[in-house]
């Protein structure tokens, strides 16, 4: 039965002790690299990229068990990550790789739809060894952008292919790589866009050793039904993990109606 935690935060100065807890129930053994969504260099505040509080408490927490995480990151623009790096002083904490500008293998994942692709070495040294930290965010295409789209982060761009049947292409890639454990930033999510998004103020931290539970219930919070996101529905199908099989744990009430506390009201950029 698949955990989750869910606390509300308000604001990323508490967020090490969320941090602390969320590797005191899942734990963080096997775990080598941590992977945040920087999309692009962005105020941190405006709801584009994970917020880099929550990268250094995740470093700073992993170290005290023993365990320095590379960060690894490419981003939609060839500098995007390093950018990031730099700016936000991750890259003096921690080693730090731009996967767009690592060396790409032809890999065979041999799913019902994505045959192969090409991906960054690293991400290949990465694979079921590391930390997914996405951002909260709706996309125009997938609807929602959380644990289970951040796998797109490892290949080389641009990864248009992707988009035809982007739903099972997503399943057929995680199939191919997991994150042991995914935490998702919601304390100040993106709204209406996923490269220009509206900041709204969501309070939540979320995660899991399932990323398909925690996509789950992160959808769920963002007043989004799950079933209607195509890639969850079919990774729900193809993990055959239900809904009852789920248990959300963490400071607030674990009745099912509880999670509608948490709801804020999400759009979608409609083209």
């Not at 995480?69 to 080693?95: H, M, N, P, Q, T």
């Not at 797109?152 to 248009?160: E, I, N, Q, S, T």
Request: hydrophobic share 40%; aromatic share 10%; glycine share 6%.
């Amino acid at each position: 039965m698949p955990k989750v935690f869910v606390e509300k935060v308000d604001d990323y100065e508490k967020i090490g002790k969320i941090v602390d807890k969320i590797f005191e129930i899942f734990g963080i053994e096997k775990c080598h690299f941590l992977k945040p969504n920087f999309l692009k260099f962005d105020n941190p505040n405006n709801g584009c990229i994970t917020h880099p509080t929550v990268v250094k408490e995740i470093l700073r927490c992993a170290k005290e068990y023993g365990c320095d995480l590379s960060v690894i990151e490419g981003g939609f623009f060839k500098k995007s990550a390093e950018e990031c790096f730099k700016a936000f002083g991750i890259d003096k904490i921690a080693r730090c790789v731009n996967l767009n500008e690592d060396e790409f293998l032809k890999v065979e994942i041999c799913g019902k739809v994505l045959k192969s692709v090409k991906m960054a070495k690293i991400g290949l040294e990465a694979r079921n060894k590391f930390i997914s930290v996405p951002k909260m965010k709706v996309h125009h295409l997938t609807k929602v952008t959380l644990g289970i789209k951040n796998n797109m982060g490892f290949l080389k761009k641009p990864a248009v292919y992707m988009h035809l049947g982007i739903d099972q292409k997503l399943i057929d890639l995680l199939k191919f790589t997991k994150p042991r454990i995914t935490i998702i930033d919601g304390i100040i999510s993106g709204n209406l866009s996923e490269m220009f998004p509206k900041p709204l103020k969501h309070g939540v931290m979320i995660a899991s050793d399932d990323v398909v539970a925690c996509d789950f219930v992160a959808s769920l919070l963002m007043n989004i039904n799950p079933f209607e996101v195509g890639h969850i529905r079919l990774a729900m199908e193809n993990f055959e993990l239900k809904t009852e099989d789920i248990e959300i744990i963490g400071n607030f009430e674990t009745k099912k109606y509880s999670l509608s506390l948490f709801n804020r009201f999400f759009s979608r950029l409609k083209i």
